[in-house]
């Protein structure tokens, strides 16, 4: 038995695999990877699968684990497993099954483990003048100038890692397992008939000597004591972004897209091919996007990169020597200014591609059926689109299914959103709620792809896997808050079920304490769905106990809520409004009792002024006031005997609602200019800025009017009042002592 020492990624390590196998012409090549992948080993070498792919194994029950296998076009193994395609030679994965790998006691490395395998990446790292892994593997073994080369780089790496690595760690411990039971596989063929001769066992370099001495095998009383559990296996397009490691892959190269280069010019056998590609794809990228790169510039680049791959002791320059010399001679000695052209030239954007039907997941095969029976199958498109929906229903049409085809395409498309599936994008107009209408943009990617794939860890189905995202972000939430986005998630879903949970959920929480800013928000999300739940065909009773409980508790509580700083006031007075709306659009509410708490906080003046001057602006809005009242708290408020942030405060309260009606009434802008001229210097800085925000709530018109309001009074013209109203407050015009701008 011959053994082939790999790095999972190495185009050098692909190129030579070959030659190796040209050369000893075996008949079974065994790859690591898990056993049961063996009944993919036909698809994988379909031609019209492209890489980089991955073969995923997962857990069937939660908590659902997974493992994943990635293959580029430069990978050692995929091209063995050509090699022995093209060849009619038997090819397996033989490690130990992915029921197993999974189910291992995953205690995880400890921080002394992690610190100990660091260490040594940088003892071998600092071998050479790179100082970096990825590079001095690069330097010392992708470039080997021949087969024997290469295996005695990968072999004495390999030995290295091995020796250094303590035996109680739990990787080794791991990985002697694995050992093990390659090892039996290998046993077995040898026991089969295979001349021992004709077998090559290609791993990553670490299991070389491993695997080499089959003592130890493992026994079938060893593998029945492992624990296990059910797994599944598919096939799914990758990136070469999740190729790298900056993705978290932790056998990633750093450069996907850079190492696609060294396998071309392998192939070509020329060892400048990469330089000359590199530094021209980097200069095209720059060009592209504003920089400017002349072929003199390329040119130098190159030869500079070749003199420091001399200077550090190599003879063809590696990705470090290319990017020292791009950013001498392209980037005039700044990073930053070829940063981005860096990350498309090393890691690029190719994403693989896998026919459909090959190795499709049941979660696969839902979404396709659903985009087939809801005709959205022409959406399916590199190209944006547009799509429409009236959830109504159609009573123009026979099949109940054509009747409500948009509501259910509105409910497939929701659930996507939910799991993260970049397809569909929903359009929220100015349509506030849920309204009949909705409007999507749809956009198809092979990511999408990848993201469908990736959700069959949470269930079978698109509902499914829904179902579960739902019920754990239930489970994990902290705050009424979180609750009542899982509640609109399940609503806007099509998902009674999980609703009707979430609102159990929330009902639960309505006695103890919540912040009056939760109880707005979801107070706001069950009076959308009580008002518009019938288009959704949602059984609206269970909401109305819930939403009646939020409401009174905000009226029993928002009094003691208003007793805040500036910064709380704002996001109150916001919640003020919320709550008063839903108020307004639910009859079977206690209306009074919140108008009660209303005329209260307008009245009271040891609360926030800013509060006090949103509630007397919802009772003028309501009529529950009269001009002389508004009068009155006007003259209390804005008076000598008043501070002025706290005079200024209540106006910009009460300026946050009824413009028009404000606006229209001249009154209350003669109170505020009396009342403007009271204040001594430092008073009318301080109180500028309250009203500058205030006259921020403004639209142009709307100051136009108010300007023309002021101009009056005043006695001058619109535009020198326009002038002054519209003026910009900094920092620099005024000094406020101690007063914090952060409130603002």
Not at 713 to 720: A, D, F, L, S
Request: charge should be negative.
């Amino acid at each position: 038995m011959k053994a082939f020492g790999i790095r999972h990624l190495s185009p050098a390590g692909a190129y030579y695999v070959r030659k190796f196998l040209d050369l000893h012409q075996p008949d079974v090549v065994f790859i690591e990877g898990p056993a049961d992948f063996n009944p993919l080993m036909e698809r994988l070498t379909d031609k019209e699968i492209r890489p980089p792919f991955a073969i995923m194994a997962y857990t069937v029950e939660a908590p659902v684990q997974t493992i994943c296998y990635p293959f580029a076009q430069y990978s050692p193994e995929y091209q063995a497993i050509l090699w022995a395609r093209e060849n009619q030679k038997e090819c397996r994965f033989f490690d130990l099954p992915s029921n197993y790998v999974l189910a291992l006691p995953d205690r995880g490395r400890d921080e002394k483990e992690v610190k100990e395998k660091i260490s040594l990446y940088e003892r071998i790292a600092s071998q050479s003048e790179d100082g970096d892994i990825e590079y001095f593997w690069e330097r010392n073994i992708e470039q080997a100038k021949s087969v024997q080369g290469y295996m005695m780089g990968s072999r004495t790496f390999g030995e290295k890692l091995r020796e250094n690595t303590p035996v109680t760690s739990f990787d080794m411990v791991r990985d002697l397992l694995r050992e093990r039971f390659m090892k039996r596989k290998i046993n077995d063929c040898i026991a089969s008939g295979v001349p021992e001769e004709k077998i090559v066992a290609i791993t990553g370099a670490f299991h070389t000597v491993g695997i080499e001495d089959r003592e130890d095998e493992m026994r079938d009383e060893d593998l029945e004591s492992l624990p296990s559990v059910e797994t599944k296996v598919t096939l799914m397009p990758y990136s070469y972004y999740r190729l790298s490691k900056y993705s978290g892959y932790g056998a990633g190269n750093a450069a996907p897209a850079y190492y696609e280069l060294l396998w071309e010019g392998l192939n070509r056998e020329d060892v400048t091919f990469h330089e000359q590609m590199y530094l021209t794809k980097l200069a095209n990228y720059m060009r592209l996007h504003g920089g400017i790169v002349s072929s003199a510039q390329v040119i130098e680049s190159v030869r500079l990169a070749r003199e420091l791959a001399r200077l550090r002791g190599g003879e063809i320059p590696t990705l470090t020597d290319l990017k020292d010399a791009s950013v001498t001679c392209m980037g005039e000695g700044k990073f930053g200014e070829m940063a981005m052209g860096f990350a498309e030239a090393d890691i690029g954007t190719k994403i693989g591609s896998i026919p459909e039907g090959v190795s499709q997941t049941s979660i696969q095969n839902d979404f396709y059926r659903q985009l087939k029976q809801l005709k959205l199958e022409k959406y399916k498109d590199s190209v944006t689109q547009q799509l429409k929906l009236d959830l109504r229903e159609n009573l123009r049409v026979k099949t109940k299914e054509s009747a409500f085809l948009d509501l259910n395409r509105s409910f497939f498309l929701h659930r996507l959103c939910v799991l993260g599936i970049d397809f569909a994008q929903n359009q929220r107009r100015n349509q506030e709620g849920a309204t009949w209408a909705e409007d999507w943009l749809l956009l198809w990617s092979v990511e999408a792809e990848i993201q469908i794939v990736e959700s069959i860890l949470k269930g079978d189905t698109i509902k499914q896997a829904v179902s579960y995202t739902l019920v754990e972000r239930m489970k994990n939430a902290h705050t009424m808050a979180e609750l009542s986005q899982v509640m609109e998630d399940a609503f806007y879903c099509g998902m009674p079920e999980i609703l009707q949970n979430a609102m159990r959920e929330i009902d639960n929480q309505t006695a103890g304490a919540i912040a009056i800013h939760d109880i707005a928000i979801t107070s706001k999300k069950l009076s959308d769905m009580l008002l518009y739940g019938d288009i959704r065909k949602l059984n609206r009773e269970p909401i109305v106990p819930v939403l009646t409980k939020l409401c009174l508790r905000a009226s029993l509580t928002i009094v003691s809520e208003a007793f805040c700083d500036d910064a709380a006031a704002q996001i109150l007075c916001e919640d003020i409004q919320i709550l008063h709306n839903v108020f307004l659009a639910n009859e079977m509410l206690d209306y009074e009792l919140w108008m009660r708490a209303m005329m209260e906080l307008a009245r009271r003046d040891d609360v926030n002024t800013r509060v006090s001057g949103i509630c007397m602006s919802i009772l003028l809005d309501c009529k529950r006031i009269d001009a002389n009242e508004l009068g009155n708290e006007l003259s209390k408020r804005l008076s000598r005997g008043m501070p002025a942030d706290l005079g200024a405060g209540w106006f910009s309260g009460l300026s946050m609602r009824n413009h028009y009606a404000l606006i229209a009434r001249l009154s209350i802008w003669e109170a505020l200019s009396d009342y403007l001229d009271t204040l001594d210097d430092e008073e009318f800085k301080r109180s500028l800025l309250f009203l500058r925000r205030a006259f921020a709530e403004y639209d142009p018109k709307e100051k136009d009017m108010i300007a023309e309001n002021l101009g009056e009074i005043w006695g001058v013209n619109k535009e020198e009042a326009s002038e002054i109203v519209n003026t910009p407050i900094t920092s620099e015009d005024v000094d406020l002592g101690d007063f914090s701008f952060d409130d603002f």
